[in-house]
């Protein structure tokens, strides 16, 4: 595929020149440079922000009616809907998620949530009636206003549309950084809004790194962050954002943990952990890394684990056959393999792979499974994000249910059993976000986000897109008349 440079910043609905230099793109499965975007500033942030606030204040978008807007969100749905492989492959190229997982998991991902979004609006309850202690309440739903969205570069159209997408049908105006490592996917959303035609002002990107989203982040003309990252940045957020009582959404890390009980299949809880666990190459904040099974059926699970990561296609991620591609970046890799030494030096046993890389090019890690691990170890508690499984054991389900608990992050988990019944009465003793029975997958038609230090606020559904409004609350002392259509804004 041919991959196209971006040598301006979107700002506003218009290309501009950055004057914060520029972004090299490599390839981390050849460690070449593939393409370049212009990095933004503090002064491109300023101008964003600037075009959002007078297209916010003054401009036609938050006046528009919601059929009005979500035509235009339905306009780039068509345009995004028929470019889903392209946008599949450019994904793998920036940061090698393997071209299944590209293609399903992300680029056609991302464009059912943009057609999710426009039938959740459509349902959604923008005015309504209460009784009130002086006669009948009138509660509409507006715009929170200019929002920044933060997006990191793991599944980076995926968690761009949750935001951007409410943000816009809702009447907000948005100005987004994408991370320096995965510039181009959102930069050419860019270009689909530009042929769509949204007013001037409404979108803007700007990608760059901390220090770009630093100035976002703090920048006064912004009423909202909408971000998605590790807990620590999602702490500092959340500090500069209680300073000037700003709104904020955060989807944050996770360790997820999942329980294995003993009348579990054996079989087909290890094919299905090989997409919960290792989905894009371990770079999942959903992933169920932690995997707790019983004193009884330890062994017999820690070898049909190992049999399947053994079986592992490790490749290139454009090759449809591979099940494992590279790492984001060299960075990463060497974070991931630092976490491998941990898990060894603190005493848990490798069975399976090793801080070694597997190709002599690129930024792969082995697939890795520690066993002998106990809850307090490093590789347990801290998110690891890459192919690196641990196992633990627990003595009976309370011990079980404990552990998985036992962790600062609470955002996805699961059960593993035949008695489904049952399964669902461990969900409501596990306090994470979001639960699988015989299952890890996300469920984008429902209400997304953690508990803990996993992150505050929801994305998808009804629940997501109230994030990107305010509620106001009329009173009268007459009666109020009956609601018209051009009150659905």
Known sequence: MTIRSYDQVFIGGSWQDSSGGRIEVISPHTEEVIAHAAAGSEHDVDLAVGAARTAFDEGPWPRLSLEERIAAVERLAALYGANIDPMADLITAEMGSPASFS????????ATMIQLAVQNARTFPWVQRRPGLFGEVHLRRQPVGTVGIIIPWNVPQNLLMPKLIPALIAGCTVVVKPAPETPLDTLWVAEMIEQVGLPEGVVSVVPGGREVGEALVRHPGIDKIAFTGSSASGRHIASVCGEQLKRYSLELGGKSAAIVLDDAHIGKTVSGLKMASLMNNGQACVAQTRLLVSERRHDEFVDALADMMADLVIGDPADPATDIGPLVSQRQQQRVQNYIRTGSAEGAKIVLGGDDSPRDRGWYVRPTLFVDATNDMTIARQEIFGPVLTVIKYRDEQDAVRIANDSD???????????????????????TGTYGINMYMLDISSPFGGFKQSGIGREFAE???????????????????????????
């Open 103 to 110: 293609r399903l998991g992300q680029a056609a991902g991302a």
């Open 409 to 431: 992050y609470g955002l996805a988990g699961s059960v593993w059993t035949k008695d489904v019944a049952h399964g669902l009465e461990i969900s409501g003793q596990i306090r």
């Open 463 to 489: 629940e997501g897109l109230a994030e990107y409004t305010e509620l106001q609350t009329v009173v009268s002392a007459g009666r109020l008349p009956a609601l018209g259509e051009d009150q659905q804004r």
